[in-house]
């Protein structure tokens, strides 16, 4: 672990160096809550220290919150936009990289890590999309974390794009963080990696319960 | 009577009087307040929102903002659902938001007098007539006076965060 890795310690949630804890302060809430704040407005925390020096504390924000780095994919008719930032790599995965894991867990293998798939036409319902993963295009993405290989049908590119709030007239949805224009005047909704990440397992084990009535049988029948 | 007090008493009844937009669902009238309704447009360009109830269309881009739409023939259980050159969009500005809902056709524009407005009977059970401010009776047509507010902000719209204190 280097020293940056441990120095982002303190950013983990529950993580506290406090002796003593009072009913409020010393249990390690308050600079995830930082930390979750400042990635939320597109930014990071960066900590530098060095022993009896001192400590340097930089916190980058973008300039504007309203102008966003896109990369606009399609999905089956359906464009959407991924965070520029969030994007580390896009590829086509092979069929002997993609790797079934409890049954409808799919993991694919990308140089010696394995990353979890999420499929966007099943996550948001995409009609006409791409089923086969081989004939897809795996984009590589980062949030909070963690990396998982997001499934898309066709790249466009990258774009700016001017943030619109959904929440004005709307309400928050889940897996989109806002929204956009496009140059043609149609609207694209801007994707939250790690809230499409809890939307497809959401949708998972939703449909397994569907699935297999019994398991909830045996929930309600043995309270635990 | 003097010609003021006269004056006044015609305001006082003139503000009485309630003036709707009509529009049709299917065979049926329908009718909201005017003052909400902020403009009226053609259905075009409607982006989908994955996981949104059926009556929820999508968002569309009206000179810059996005703006949910809602279609009520979906939401009243209307069983010709189509979109063509006649149907249109009524923007209408309820609770500091801006909502397009979707309409079959939009008529003329009414003006009720207070004993033209019945009040709404209990029932219904895809629109409760906790939605309805009355009833408006003209000559031989029935139109169904939707309090638009109400209904567009209700929770089974899913138009407004539950959790949101707006």
Known sequence: MSDEDVFQLIFAPGFSTAKEVTDVSGRGVGMDVVKRNIQGMGGRVEIQSKKGEGTNTRIVLPLTLAILDGMSIKVGNETFILPLSTVLESLQPAKGDMYAMAGDDVVLKVRDEYLPVIAIHEVLDVENAITDPTKSIAVIVQGEGRRYAMLVDELIGQQQVVVKNLEDNYRKVPGVSAATILGDGSVALILDITGLHRLSRAKKEAGKAANQPYLSYYKEAEPS | ?166
């Open chain 2, 1 to 166: 009577m003097s010609q003021a007090t006269n004056e006044a008493v015609l305001a006082a009844a003139e503000a009485e009087n309630r003036e709707f937009l009509v529009f049709s669902l299917g065979d049926e009238e329908y009718a909201i307040d005017i003052l909400k309704v902020q403009e009226i447009r053609g259905y075009e360009n409607v982006t989908r929102i994955a996981n949104a109830p059926d009556f929820i269309k999508g968002v569309t881009n009206l000179r810059g903002v996005i703006v949910p739409i809602v279609d009520l023939r979906i939401k009243f259980h209307l069983d010709n659902v189509e979109y063509g050159g006649q149907t249109v969009v009524i923007v209408v500005n309820v609770a500091d938001r801006i909502v397009g809902i979707v309409v079959d056709g939009v008529s003329d524009v009414m003006t009720l007098t207070p004993d033209q407005i019945k009040p709404a009977p209990e029932f219904g059970v895809t629109l409760s007539s906790d939605f309805l401010s009355g009833l408006g009776s003209l000559d031989d047509r029935m139109l169904v006076l939707v309090d638009i507010d109400k209904l567009l902000t209700s929770e089974e719209m899913a138009l407004v965060d539950s959790t949101s204190n707006r």
